[in-house]
């Protein structure tokens, strides 16, 4: 079974299987409009020296030395690695035949896991409420979403080609499309994950298992921004719930930070990490309705200059 395959399948039996979460988390204050200026960062050290890990590395120490690696490198991985090391579904994302094998593998290995922990039936109600990994030290917990509509009603807001491959997935796939907010939120979040699972590794990768990563992280920022935007004109009483939901303000503001952030600093190794719509589908991102809509929902200015990993106010 590919990777693909086995990812959406996965998810899908996730999906029906959840159950009900738990509401522990403090209410975030981020996107408060009174809120200091905000810039999501998170540590990261991607030339770190590994030569050891690489030298000793075997397929039966492969949870070690993914834990070691991201240890040096990236430790909300390490701690994400530490939190599901457990998880039997592991396997199935992890190539183990080389180290090369094996950190290209992790764009996806760490991306999976991150659905596995977010749609943890301990932590998310499907179309209820959701949980984010967002980093080793913040995990965002019972995030309101009040069900929401089909994404695929973003379609007719989509005029290019750019995410094409991944919009037949998400959008126009007859099980996928007809996912609800819970779905833009998950597949962008876990794609924020896998991103630097891939960036910080990305001196060690050869084929095309992480060749998508920017790609999925704006695509994914696509369809939340273009979700609000719809919610706003053809749904305007759930837009008005889920505008007066401070976690989910919050959490959108923190994940389009969030994605500037990691497409910033995976900019450099672009031409192993994603293909060129990948910038293309980042523009459109910041065209001003998207902009408009982003800022009227969070009640936060973001900029747009060389910090679009910053709020403006």
């Known amino acids: 079974m590919s990777r693909t395959r086995v990812r959406r399948v996965v998810i899908a039996v996730l ?3 959840l159950g009900s979460g738990t509401a522990v988390a403090e209410p975030a204050t981020a996107a408060s409009p009174t809120a200091a200026p905000y810039c999501y960062e998170e540590p990261s ?38 939190a599901q090391s457990r998880d039997k579904y ?10 090369e094998a094996f950190a290209e593998s992790m764009m996806v290995a760490i991306h999976e896991e991150t ?9 998310t109600r ?7 990994w967002v980093n080793a030290t913040r995990q965002d917990l019972a995030v309101p979403l009040h069900d929401g509509f089909a994404r695929k009603e973003i379609l007719p807001l989509i005029k290019d080609r750019y995410s094409d491959s991944m919009d037949g997935i998400y959008l126009r796939d007859r099980t996928q499309g007809e996912y609800h907010l819970q ?12 991103l630097p699972a891939a960036t910080v590794v990305q001196e060690y990768i050869k084929g095309v298992g992480a060749s998508n990563a ?7 920022l696509r369809y939340l921004l273009l979700y609000l935007r719809v919610a706003k004109d053809r749904h305007p009483d759930y ?10 303000r919050d959490l959108v503001l923190t994940q389009f930070l969030r994605t500037a952030y990691w497409l910033e600093k995976s900019a450099p190794y672009g031409g192993k990490l994603g293909g060129p719509n990948a910038d293309r589908i980042t523009a459109t991102n910041y065209a001003p309705e998207n902009i408009s809509i982003l800022e009227e929902f969070t009640g936060r200015r973001v900029r747009t200059d060389a910090q679009k990993n910053c709020t403006a106010s």
């Open 15 to 17: 999906a029906l299987s």
């Open 45 to 82: 050290n991607p030339t770190a020296n590994i030569a050891d890990l690489k030298s000793a590395f075997r397929s039966a120490n492969w949870m070690q030395t993914l834990q070691a690696m991201y240890k040096r490198r990236w430790p909300s991985g390490e701690a994400l690695a530490i």
């Open 90 to 99: 592991w396997d199935q994302f992890v190539q183990k035949g080389s180290f």
């Open 115 to 123: 659905h596995m922990w977010d749609l943890d039936p301990a932590r």
């Open 126 to 132: 499907w179309n209820t409420h959701t949980a984010a």
């Open 183 to 194: 779905g833009v939120l998950a597949e962008l979040n876990a794609g924020l994950t896998g």
């Open 214 to 220: 920017r790609d999925i992280a704006a695509t994914n």
């Open 239 to 248: 837009w008005a719930k889920i505008k007066n939901e401070p976690k989910l």
